[in-house]
């Protein structure tokens, strides 16, 4: 299927793939692949860790956010803030600290957000970039404070902030307090925005609920990886509460852009290349090359 | 109720959602006069499912942005069961923009049980409509008090509560995700609705024990004229406190009571 039908392609046949981890073998017994949800091709591993997890059709597969980080940093710039500070089960909720812990086991990360300072393309900035892979990058507060005290971080550096989001929305073992989470990151945007310095996101797939509702939307320049699911309320939801059927395409990036609600869709391929060139008109930078 | 499970949590969620209990213009027709409703969002359209104007608090003029669920069916469908649409929360915007610019105070009413779940919704950008309400809250630069009077229903309740001060009524509830929501994605089982809501800690006392609102308002007198009363003399007293403080101050206390919301042990120095 040529890269364009499947950015109009229904939400459901698109995600099918997206969360599979499984290796298939491919016509080369040897070489593990996966098969990309968008063209049916069997794609070696080794091809897609070298496409930044991209298919050769353009399908984006999901990312961790290591790998995010290896890929959008330049080498060995990235430090880490907060690193290793884990949620507490503040509501006493049924099942919460076993659902933490083994997520953190499985996924290897100890909260749904990794945050830092770092340079890309040599540009200094800061940078937040969540993890799909833990409880769908939902927001708790140990994710609003980390992103809180990036962007004061940032305000104290004076520098930019780039973030990468992923969410399903609030973590609701965390209750009303994330909910709140919503307000407290938006006063830091806010901070951050009215001393003049420059907030650029990047919306990935999936991004939802209250992180839609938030951050997500308050960047400077907004931009969203292809064929990525952005919305407040998930589709399911939608066609349960509607019992219409979704427009193609319907909470896609380029479904989302056309209403006016994206600045630009921008494949991994270019993606470093493009954030180190807004922070550099942003940051009084000379036009490099 | 079902089984044997009694859950005070969930009796107020039922109450909250009760048809019959104040709504938000109940209160604007007893607590203020001369109400002049003011319409739309001057972008799309007129989200009835809130409504907005200008009246008198104790002669002082003020703005008033509510939720408004309807009192009977006819209201209820016209109001959209109070779920506003993106331009809903945009002209919520604008008549707070508008306060803020004739240093009026606002008063937020809120009863949803949401923001609306819709294909235009999503097409106008619910997401980024509330976002834009919960920024410009934050930074508004005169007085506001937001009541949640029944359903805190999430982000969209949160858009019109990012205020000075946020007072519940005693069997409001306010939650990131209603109580069926919870107990179908956690348990796959929306009749466990009682125990999801016990668990979500969405009451007011929860609320006021998290450091979330300032204040429950009792409901002992709810829609009798004694309870107006005692809630326009409580509204126009704090207003008195709330204007004589410097505005940069104000803002800045009400940004750091957001910021103090869940702040988890971070190990050490920042
Ligand atoms: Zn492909």
Known sequence: MPFIEFLFKPKNELEKGG?????IASADENEPSKPCPNCRKM?????????HNTCECGYHFRMNARQRINFICDTDTFSEWDAGVVSRDI???PGYITKLENTRNACGESEAVICGRAKIEGEDCCIFVMEPY?????????VGEKITRTFERAMELGLPVVGYTVSGGARMQEGILSLMQMAKTSGAVKRHSDAGLFYLTVITDPTTGGVTASFAMEGDVILAEPGALIGFAGPRVIEQTTRKKLPAGFQKAEFVMEHGFVDAIVPRSTQKATIAQLLRMHTGGERVG | MAKNTVSKAYDRVKLARQNGRPTGVDYIENIITDFIELHGDRNYADDEAIVGGIGYLDGKPVTVVAIEKGRNSKERVAHNFGAPHPEGYRKALRLMKQAEK????VICLVDTSGAYCGIGAEERGQGQAIAQCIVEMMALKTPSVSILIGEGGSGGALALAVADRVWMLENAVYSAISPEGCASILWKDSSKAEEAAESLKLTASDALALGVIEEIIPEQEL?????YEKLR????REFRELTSM???QLVQHRFERFRNLGVPDMGGKK
Not at chain 1, 135 to 141: I, K, V
Not at chain 2, 102 to 105: E, G, L, Q, V
Not at chain 2, 223 to 227: A, L, Q, V, W
Request: net charge positive; hydrophobic share 45%; proline share 5%.
């Open chain 1, 19 to 23: 969360r599979q981890s499984v290796q």
């Open chain 1, 43 to 51: 794609v070696p591993l080794s091809q897609l860790w070298a496409n």
């Open chain 1, 91 to 93: 509501l006493d909720f």
């Open chain 1, 134 to 142: 833990f409880m769908m990058g939902s927001m708790g507060t140990v």
């Open chain 2, 102 to 105: 004739f240093r009026r105070p």
């Open chain 2, 223 to 227: 829609g009798k004229e004694s309870f």
């Open chain 2, 233 to 236: 003399v409580k509204l126009s």
């Open chain 2, 246 to 248: 410097d505005v940069d």
